[in-house]
Nanobody, 126 residues
Framework: QLQVAESGGGLVQPGGSLRLSCATS????????IGWFRQAPGKEREGVSC????????YYTDSVKGRFTISRDNAKKLVYLQMDSLKPEDTAMYYC???????????????????WGQGTLVTVSP
């Protein structure tokens, strides 16, 4: 059974950092793209970042470029999202999701996703 589970959320001050983890099980991470998504209260879900199984590149939405870094450890079956220089507008529930097929741009658009986690809450506040 394919499963992913997020952890690492919390309360942080503006300018601070958090590292989110996405633990995967039931599949070989090497072959999957993993996307990070977020949803703030009253807003639509947004694709934040993606790591591709094809080229190892990280993809980012414009609002987090230069501040967030995605990485993966296939041996440990983990994907990380390092979030630096956090802003109040980064406050949201963050989810990871796995896709066997599809490029990262498609994954960030919400396509080809096969399994979602329960989410981890990130709150950026003074």
């Amino acid at each position: 059974q394919l499963q992913v589970a997020e952890s690492g959320g919390g309360l942080v001050q503006p300018g601070g950092s958090l590292r989110l983890s996405c633990a995967t099980s039931g599949f070989t991470l090497d072959y999957f793209a993993i996307g990070w998504f977020r949803q703030a209260p009253g807003k639509e879900r947004e694709g934040v970042s993606c790591t591709s199984s094809r080229d190892g590149r990280g993809y980012y939405t414009d609002s987090v470029k230069g501040r967030f870094t995605i990485s993966r450890d296939n041996a440990k079956k983990l994907v990380y999202l390092q979030m630096d220089s956090l802003k109040p507008e980064d406050t949201a529930m963050y989810y990871c999701a796995a896709a066997l097929s599809g490029s990262c741009p498609s994954v960030l658009a919400g396509r080809y996703l096969e399994v979602w986690g329960q989410g981890t809450l990130v709150t950026v506040s003074p």
